[in-house]
């Protein structure tokens, strides 16, 4: 099954905006950080042209425009850049839960998507540079289960380390 993730900011106020940076000088030439902006304010500026000037005229899209382009049986990854207080926001998506996996490198923001999508998935991110160079995996894995979280995936070690302590990854 093919999978999109698209990363979720929540600007100043909401809905979500679906951008990689957190802020705006990469795409849009300006050093202002998407989350002290409002949606509208993101949308004034035209983000396509650093990449190729075919792309001139893009914005910077809502979740829910991304996700009403999702083909029909596919499974979206969002990865919320922030805590909790995204998940309100994703909740209201209506996007299937069996279709949507919320992840998060904030455990809070994990957990309480899985509360809120009820039924859907919700996994915990954590890389080396977070945990720290000797992090005991078998600990976060623990507090992983204990949040309810369905799978646990670490950048760095790859999935080979993450299943010898016995953690099962989602399947994609």
Do not use: Y
Request: hydrophobic share 40%; charged share 25%.
């Amino acid at each position: 099954m093919h999978g999109l993730r698209p990363p979720a900011k929540a600007p100043r106020v909401h809905p979500l905006a679906v951008g990689h940076d957190p802020d705006l000088l990469r795409v849009a030439g300006r050093a202002e950080r998407i989350a002290a902006l409002t949606f509208e304010e993101l949308r004034r500026h035209e983000v396509g042209s650093w990449k190729n000037p075919g792309f001139h005229g893009e914005r910077i899209p809502e979740l829910d425009e991304i996700l009403l382009r999702t083909p029909p049986n596919k499974r979206v990854f969002v990865e919320l850049r922030g805590g909790p207080e995204l998940v309100p926001a994703l909740a209201r998506t209506g996007f299937a839960p069996a279709e949507l996996v919320a992840i998060s490198f904030n455990l809070e923001a994990a957990r309480e998507a899985k509360r809120a999508l009820d039924c859907g998935e919700a996994c915990w991110i954590v890389d080396r540079e977070t945990a720290g160079p000797s992090a005991d995996i078998a600990r976060l894995v623990q507090a992983a289960r204990r949040a309810g979280l369905d799978g646990w995936i670490s950048i760095t070690n790859g999935r080979s380390r993450a299943k010898s302590c016995g953690w099962r990854p989602p399947q994609v």
